[in-house]
């Protein structure tokens, strides 16, 4: 890809910049369930309870109680949470590095599906293994679907994000590892950049910070 006319980078957060695995949460909470229910969450699809967390249609609480309901789990606040944190792994050192570097050169943006028990996480990894302060400090502006109502792969937030800082969609290039919110983004006239291991945007970036 020629990145010569790209001024404005949108990254994802899960797959892209910290490393995570669905299975693991979904393991974990099963362990609490009292019928071994399925559990309907992976990168292309989930239940309604989880799409009503990560819009902020629901809270905390509403959604932990949701999860106990529907696959009839018997955990605590705390047991839940830290299973639902599982699929949080770690945040390599050269991801944050590459940020810096390119934050130095272009207009980086943060877009993410996800909630506030997990940005809570997010940022104590962060804090714990960096010394920046939180993971909104690496980029002009985030956009949590929780905190802004929207998520991806609705063209709204793609859409806001470009009016509210005055992006040229030409000028901008969206890195996700989903492709229906690549495929949402394509339609909208974004550049994109599907991420796939081996993959990484240490890799894809390779040249654009030396």
């Not at 050169?105 to 940005?119: C, D, E, G, Q, V």
């Not at 599907?194 to 390779?206: D, V």
């Amino acid at each position: 890809m020629d990145l010569q006319n790209i001024k404005n980078i949108i990254f994802d957060l899960g797959g892209v910049i910290i490393n995570i695995d669905y299975n693991k949460s979904i393991q974990e909470l099963l362990t609490y369930s009292n019928t071994g229910s399925a559990m309907e969450f992976t990168q292309k699809q989930q239940s309604h309870l989880f799409d009503l967390y990560e819009t902020g249609n629901s809270t905390c609480q509403e959604f932990r109680d949701s999860l106990r309901r529907e696959y009839n789990l018997t955990a605590t606040d705390e047991e839940i949470d830290a299973a639902w944190n599982a699929m949080l792994l770690d945040i390599p050192k050269e991801r944050i590095e590459l940020l810096q570097e390119l934050g130095k050169k272009y207009r980086i943006f943060l877009l993410s599906n996800t909630n506030a028990i997990h940005l809570k996480k997010f940022n104590e990894i962060v804090a714990h293994s960096f010394t920046i302060p939180n993971l909104d400090s690496l980029f002009e502006k985030s956009y949590y679907s929780h905190l802004v109502g929207k998520r991806k792969p609705d063209a709204a937030i793609f859409e806001q994000i470009l009016a509210e800082n005055n992006l040229n969609k030409e000028e901008t290039l969206f890195i996700d590892d989903s492709i229906q919110h690549i495929n949402s983004a394509n339609s909208l006239g974004i550049n994109t950049l599907h991420l796939q291991p081996p993959l990484t945007i240490n890799a894809f970036f390779k040249d654009a910070v030396n």
